[in-house]
């Protein structure tokens, strides 16, 4: 068996060689995230065996994971999902969420899937954390189309975040609602202790400002400390790790509401440079290829419920949206853009394994299908853009380095 050492080189291998190798690729059509699974696909003890997961891989990925939702509740505005968007989006989804339990209750009936609560979960998922790179990249984060992208990519991350700690486990509904609201409640706490703490002219605030510069690195260090903070606590109330990374998100974007440009800088330096590629490296080193390749017909069967569940809602809702009027084709954007999952898919399947109720094989194959949409559908969305992006404010300026 690969030690830890072996391990983290392929996995750092791989991480250099995505971004160099979609490079190459025209018009950034192929994106990295998307190399990063295939290669950790090769390189996982299921084909080559030259990288295993352990407890150091394992830190690092949900360092990785966590990275992914603070950085992507940091990109969310609150007033514009608590809009006119965001409730659009938010009844979208619960459109979604309806049509998941109708298809996976007929699926078990014929006994075709297990874990059904698990699965509809999944299936109404948006990968926003996969999507903002994209975005990023192809210039459209700050464009009508991509703000409506993300409306439905931040409530499709969040509604399956807050299905899972609610509706998976054996709790009981009622016990998880009121220790879904305790969370809530600590979160609150923790983001007050900042917000009262450094308030503008305080003496903290102009010491931690002056380290932020310096090799104190201040304000990196209080971000993490933030980050694993809401983790443990989401952790101690048995709940998935992803809602405490969002809500350290959403803290963050709290405590400096206009953003901050060096702090920024430095958070995507780590987060994409090394830890976010962890993530996807052993997301794919999990794929049981030969589990998925035995069963086509199950994961084009995902696929479609995916496309249906997921983005079928998402572009009707689009077309019907009278204040941007999207273009057709715009409508299609939209729609293949919201249907992109991954990490909640990863997420959801774990902690149906995890409980005993899915074999490694059935959550192979979703998380296959996850992959293939991250790789299909931001292509088909590209393809579709007849002309450059416009756009109505400046843009957030792109980082070296950056996923494409």
């Known amino acids: 068996m690969p030690s830890a050492g072996a391990s983290l080189f ?71 999902i608590t809009g006119r968007g965001g409730r659009r989006a938010l009844v979208t989804w619960l459109v979604s969420l309806a049509a998941a339990f109708g298809a996976v209750f007929l699926l078990g009936q014929s006994g075709m899937a297990t874990a059904e609560i698990a699965v509809a979960i999944a299936l109404t998922s948006t990968a926003l954390g996969t999507l903002l790179p994209i975005l990023k990249d192809s210039g459209l984060q700050n464009t009508p189309l991509g703000r409506t992208v993300i409306n439905h990519g931040a409530i499709g991350e969040l509604g399956p975040v807050i299905a899972m700690a609610v509706l998976l486990g054996s709790r009981g509904d009622v016990k998880s609602i009121v220790i879904l609201a305790l969370f809530v409640a600590a979160a609150v706490a923790v983001g007050f202790v900042p917000a009262r703490l450094l308030r503008e002219g305080s003496d903290l605030l102009a010491v931690i400002r002056r380290g932020a510069g310096t090799t104190a690195q201040t304000t990196v260090r209080l971000t993490m400390l933030l980050l694993i903070t809401l983790i443990a606590i989401a952790t101690i109330f048995g709940l998935d790790i992803i809602l405490g990374a969002f809500a350290a998100g959403f803290i963050l974007r709290r405590v400096v509401p206009s953003g ?11 987060a994409f440079g090394f830890l976010i590629p962890v993530f996807f490296v052993t997301s794919g080193m999990s794929i049981d290829i030969g589990a998925v390749l035995a069963e086509p017909g199950i994961l084009l069967a995902f696929l479609a419920l995916l496309v249906l569940i997921r983005g079928v809602p998402v572009f009707i809702a689009t077309r019907l949206d009278r204040q941007e009027k999207f273009t057709t084709r ?51 969305a590209t393809l579709l853009a007849s002309d450059p992006p416009k756009l109505d404010q400046s843009p957030h300026e792109v980082h070296p380095g950056e996923p494409s």
């Open 10 to 80: 392929w996995i750092s291998l791989i991480a250099v060689l995505a971004p160099l190798v979609a490079g190459f690729v025209p018009r950034r059509l192929l994106p990295e995230v998307v190399l990063l699974l295939v290669f950790g696909m090769l390189v996982g003890p299921n084909v080559l065996g030259l990288a295993v997961d352990g407890a150091e891989v394992d830190l690092l990925r949900e360092l990785g994971l966590g990275m992914l939702f603070l950085l992507a509740g940091f990109e969310i505005d609150v007033s514009e």
């Open 260 to 270: 901050d440009e060096q702090l920024e800088t430095k958070l995507e330096g780590l």
């Open 330 to 380: 715009e409508q299609f954007r939209v729609a293949l853009y919201a249907t992109t999952g991954l990490p909640l898919i990863v997420a959801v399947t774990g902690v149906a394994v995890d409980a005993g109720e899915m074999s490694t094989a059935s959550a192979s194959i979703l998380v296959a299908a996850g992959a293939i949409t991250v790789l299909v559908l931001p292509l088909v």
